[in-house]
């Protein structure tokens, strides 16, 4: 099954998701296609005027472009997607997914898809993380 | 969705007795048709979908769970990393981050595989005010 990863760049979320027999979705594949196909610089930074167009199905025009840019990229995944993951509060200083309305938006288009999600927060310790990799297994262990 | 080329990140955990140096080694013993480039992190391979899915999966067994992979949209060649030009690319604070949390994770695959239980930990609760006020007030 195709699960849809937040952050959409996650190492961890990519890994495991792919250790347990799912498709992870992530930002790198769709990147891909842009570098490859299109010769895009330096995506997500530089993009198209089809991101921007397609970047208006899921954000209004009054949204900062910063919003619509990350969710041409991530709305096609998350219509494509099964099931999600959502790890909150990452740091906020993280990398291109560090802009909190766009997070929200990413939970919003979730939560009206009605996909099975399973919703985390990064370990601390190392108690954490067998909680953090044991409820992942069994979600995705019970996705038919 | 390109299927010809893939390129992928392999990241040693920090508490790892692995280095890159061995885990590049390890690869290339491994006879399979990809190409590979040795970074301070682990590792970079890049080649033909199937042949790089082998790498990644047969590089997880190598020792313990302390080798992690993601896709990379990038080319392995890609001029632009760490300071050389122009900075790094975007998803490299990410990697940073999470490169901490590594060893929490091999942890947890660990009880996994020894068919432990986890026990469910609950979440912290946010410092109430009047939690806060007694703090401010407490005379020392």
């Known amino acids: 099954m195709k699960v849809f990863i937040d952050p959409p760049n996650s190492l961890i979320l990519f890994d495991l998701v792919e250790r347990f027999g799912h498709e992870p979705l992530s930002t790198m594949a769709a990147l891909q296609e842009r570098i490859d196909n299109i010769e895009v610089d330096m995506p997500p930074m530089n993009v198209t005027l089809d991101d921007v167009v397609s970047g208006l199905k899921y954000a209004g025009i009054e949204v900062p472009s910063g919003v619509r840019g990350r969710l041409a990229v991530w709305g096609p995944m998350i219509e494509e997607a099964d099931a999600a993951i959502i790890v909150d509060d990452p740091p906020f200083s993280f990398g291109c997914v560090g802009c909190e309305r766009s997070e929200l938006m990413v939970k919003y288009l979730i939560k009206r898809r009605n996909i099975p999600a399973l919703r985390l927060t990064y370990p601390n310790s190392e108690e954490e993380g067998k909680a953090f990799v044991g409820k992942i297994k069994e979600f995705l262990e019970g996705l038919q | ?140």
């Open chain 2, 1 to 140: 969705m390109s299927e010809e080329r893939e390129t992928r990140l392999l990241m040693i955990s920090p508490s790892s007795r692995l280095t890159p140096e061995m885990l590049a080694r390890n690869i290339h013993s491994m006879g399979v048709e990809v190409g590979l480039k040795e970074t301070c992190y682990g590792c970079l391979i890049e080649g033909r979908r199937e042949s790089v899915l082998k790498v990644a999966e047969m590089a997880r067994k190598l020792q313990g769970n302390s080798v992690f992979s993601k896709r990379r949209a990038y080319r392995m060649g890609d001029p632009v990393r760490c300071r050389a030009q122009h900075g790094t690319r975007p998803g490299y604070s990410q990697l940073e981050a999470e490169w901490a949390a590594l060893p929490f994770i091999e942890a947890g695959l660990d009880a996994l595989d020894k068919g432990e239980k986890y026990k469910e930990i609950p979440a912290k609760e946010k410092l109430s005010v009047e939690k806060l006020i007694e703090i401010c007030e407490v005379k020392l």
